[in-house]
């Protein structure tokens, strides 16, 4: 029996990495999207996964990515690449909507035009980043799939809008297309422009004697937080339900970048972080989102979805992943 095919876009990504290992675990042929000739992680994804298949492809030209399908024939794609960080669609809010809006358009008309609409699933990434934390979710319950939409940045806007063409082609051709409303999830494959991994990267450094401070913007904001491969398990369990829908992935719990700040220095044995903490005005957003809580219980109870890592898990995670990366030789 051939092995399923999978096409992710976004492979060099956070997400795409985890997706790709679980993916070849289960046995599938896994083909990647990759933007531009001289890509700078082009080596990396081949270095850590040589068995995956690359195809010179970039959202916003819909004919790469006509031939792009045609070549791996998927089964299952997983729609992940994107503009992906907050702070840089404020100052590149047009790129944003290109890629992270229009490209998902693309996307899904190469798949009807290729005549794969009634044999492929189509995931598309949503974002907690759609509901922008004002007061609609339910006190005490999070935002679920019904809460109120209200973004607050152009990445949250772009999402919204690829959101909501994934929604309306599965509505009009009938195309098996789940869409996952995850909130944040960090891991060891974390960009440093993120802010956890910007702060686990810091410590490491710190403790080694290469740093003496982190530099960040508001400290305030609450996020609910969980680990990355947690998440993407629960992106290929939508494509396995028997039927396309929308899925929030939460932890059901938010923590502060001060509490991480806190959990993350006490790994390496100091408890007053502040010493070590500068903030810049410069990277505090134009429209902060206060509070972002997610509530999972449909993705628990129709696909048995259920994250593992905790939070003070995801925390040690990361920064023992740093302190290894940054440990001087024979260390």
Do not use: C
Request: no cysteine; net charge negative.
């Amino acid at each position: 029996m051939e092995p399923r095919r999978a096409l992710i876009t976004g492979i060099t990504g956070q997400d795409g990495g985890h997706l790709t290992e679980l993916l070849h675990e289960k046995g599938y042929e896994v083909f990647g999207l990759i933007r531009g000739q001289r890509n700078s992680r082009r080596e990396a994804v081949v270095g850590e996964f040589p068995y995956v298949h690359l195809i010179e492809a970039d959202l916003t030209d819909q004919t790469s990515l006509i031939r792009a399908v045609d070549v791996a024939q998927p089964h299952e794609i997983y729609n992940l690449g994107a503009i992906s960080h907050v702070g840089y669609s404020f100052r590149n809010p047009q790129l944003t909507a290109d890629v992270t809006a229009k490209g998902t358009l693309n996307l899904l008309e190469a798949v009807r035009i290729t005549g794969l609409d009634q044999h492929t699933r189509f995931y598309q990434a949503s974002t907690s980043e759609m509901f922008g934390g004002l007061d609609y979710n339910r006190p005490g319950t999070g935002y679920d799939e019904d809460s109120l939409f209200h973004p607050r940045s152009p990445y949250g806007v772009a999402k919204l809008y690829a959101h909501w063409i994934a929604r309306n082609y599965r509505e009009s051709y009938g195309m098996f297309v789940a869409t996952g409303i995850l909130f944040n999830h960090e891991g060891e494959r974390r960009g440093l422009e993120f802010v956890t991994r910007k702060i686990t990267d810091a410590v490491a450094r710190i403790h080694w004697g290469l740093a003496d401070h982190v530099t960040l913007g508001d400290l305030y904001p609450k996020r609910d937080w969980g680990y990355a491969g947690d998440y993407v398990r629960g992106m290929w369990q939508m494509l396995q339900h028997h039927e396309p829908d929308d899925f929030v992935l939460a932890t059901g719990e938010t923590h502060s970048i001060e509490e991480f700040l806190t959990l993350a220095f006490g790994e390496i044995g100091i408890e007053d972080w502040h010493p070590y903490v500068r903030q810049d005005a410069e990277l505090q957003r134009p429209a902060e989102v206060d509070i972002l809580l997610g509530n999972p219980a449909k993705a628990e109870r129709v696909l048995g979805w259920k994250r593992e890592v905790d939070f003070a898990g995801l925390v040690k995670r990361m920064v023992d992943h740093d302190l290894r990366l940054h440990a001087p030789e024979g260390r």
